[in-house]
């Protein structure tokens, strides 16, 4: 029998958030302190989907990703994330 996987990707058959970008998704810039709200795009690399919808702080800019802040339940956990996966927050 094939063993059952537990990764990242487990269940995401029908979920949406995948689809054509615009261009300005991808060099859209962002400064240190900016809110920020995380849309995971499916067609790209991207970390855990429990991220998706979460709102967060950018801290830095790492080559052409951010550094991102986000809480998670009672701690909070540095991410990093390529613009395209990112949106401007209120």
């Known amino acids: 029998m094939v063993r059952k996987s537990y990764g990242k990707m487990r269940g995401t058959r029908k979920k949406e958030f995948g689809g054509d970008l615009p261009v300005n998704r991808y060099i859209e810039e962002f400064k240190p302190g900016d809110t920020v709200s995380i849309k995971l795009h499916a067609g790209l690399?991207?970390?855990?989907?429990?991220?998706?919808?979460?709102?967060?702080?950018?801290?830095?800019?790492?080559?052409?990703?951010?550094?991102?802040?986000?809480?998670d339940i009672n701690a909070y956990k540095d991410i990093f994330l390529k613009p395209e996966h990112l949106k401007k927050g209120n």
């Open 45 to 71: 690399k991207f970390p855990h989907p429990r991220f998706h919808g979460t709102f967060g702080t950018v801290i830095a800019k790492r080559g052409s990703a951010y550094l991102v802040r986000v809480k």
